[in-house]
Structure formats: structure tokens, C-alpha cells
């Protein structure tokens, strides 16, 4: 069979939290900042895509091909790791602590950043033919995108950034299915479309995901977008990093731990 019960897949989730925190700090960097470039790179596809074409719809149908090219590398994104090495110390592996899961999260995220960054630079070093033109229409898309996704939440205040969190929350919700679902499957190609959907989803209904945006913002102060690296942290980044977090571990990781490994006694109906 190319499909595994839950109380496999699940076990197979713990398992992989625990190689990453295990893993040395050499290979998370680069895995992170190969993830980060690689998932930056699919977000100005799907932009170029939506832009070129008119169709969001027809963007948001592609941009799966960069998060299952990272998978298969078996490249880390802090959305992964933010589901799968929190059951690694929740299912007592030895030598997990606190301490070595916020170690493996905050090195993922220095790599997811550093390689959204380099291709932020990259990018509109091209469109803008080494910064002597105005980058055209995928520019200037970026820049609105950039903007409305800041101050458009500032100007609502509490309520704004609360509505990121939100949106972190349920984008990790979908992603963290994706990365689920890719488990279940042992064939390659089950294992791309268990991921296509919910990232499809994700990215479709604007939700708020910590990588993209690593790339997003940056590449869109790069092009001159008018917002501030305060407002890029406080009314994005921040936000989403912490939506993304409970998203992934409440909404994912935990519900299936607790159901299909830590379950409780079947009821005696006799």
C-alpha cells in the first residue's frame, strides 16, 4: 500500500521532530536558507503569474510546486518545524527540551530569512536591470501588496493585528496538513498531491504565511514601498510568526498526537 494509518504517519511526525532538533547546526542553517530562497522563489512566480495573466486563481494553483520541491529536498521551513519538534518534547524523546526546540526554531529562522532575503535582493536586482529602471508592473504589485498588508493593518490597530495573527494561525493550519500529508503517502507522487491542496488554499485566501513574507516585505521596501521595517515587524512578521506557530502546533501537531499516539482508553461499552 502507498498509504499509512494515522497511528504511522503520526509516529513518523514524532520521529522527524526529533532528528531536527538532533540535527547539527550547519545542516539546519542550510537547509533553512535553501527552504527560505527556494519558497521566495515560488512566491515570485505566483506573483509574475497573476500579474502576467490577470488570474490570482491561476497563481495560487502553482505556488505548491516550490513548497514540494523544499519537501522533497527535505529542506526546513519554520512552519514545519513549528509543528513537528514541539511532539518530540511533548512525546519525552531523550535529550529534547525546551531549550533545544526553541534552539532548532530560532536557527530555522535565521535560514528561512536569510534565504528569502538573498532572493528578495536577487530578484529586484533583475527587474530593475542592477537599479537603473522602476521594476515594472511586478514591482509595483509587490509594493502595493507590501503596504496594504502592513498599514492596512495598522489603521485598524488592535483589531488589524489580531486579524494577522489570525490569518497565521489558519496558514499554518493548511500548511502543516501539506506537510502531513505528504507522510501518509510513500509514493512521490501521492506525496505531491496530499501537498497541493492546502498550499494552494493557503496561499489563495491571502493567508499570512512567516517565509513568503520574509521575502514579500523586504523585496517590497526594496521596490519602494512605503512602509517601515517597524511596521513590517510589529504589523506582519511578528504576528504571523506567532499564528503561525499555534496554527501548526495546536491546530495539527497536537490534535493528532493526542489521538492517534497519546490515546486515551476505549470506552467499555460491556
Sequence with gaps: MSYL???EFVTKMVDAGEAKVYMSTKDTLIRAFMAGATLALAAVFAITV???TGSPLLGAVLFPVGFIMLYLMKFDLLTG???LVPLALFDKRPGVTVNQVLRNWGLVFIGNFAGALAVAFMMS????VGYNTDGGAIAEKVGKIGEARTLGYKAHGIGGWFTI??????CNWMVSMGVVGAMISTSATGKMMAMWMPIMLFFYMGFEHSIVNMFLFPFSMIMGGGFTIMDYLIWNE???VLGNLIGGTVF?????YYTHVKM??????K
Design 50 to 52: 497573476a500579474v502576467k
Design 264 to 269: 486515551s482508553p476505549e470506552r467499555n461499552l
Design 165 to 170: 495573527l489570525i490569518r497565521g494561525m489558519l
Design 125 to 128: 536586482f533583475i527587474l530593475t
Design 238 to 240: 511578528l504576528p504571523t
Design 5 to 7: 494509518e494515522p497511528t
Design 81 to 83: 518545524v513549528f509543528t
Design 252 to 256: 495539527v501537531g497536537l490534535p493528532l
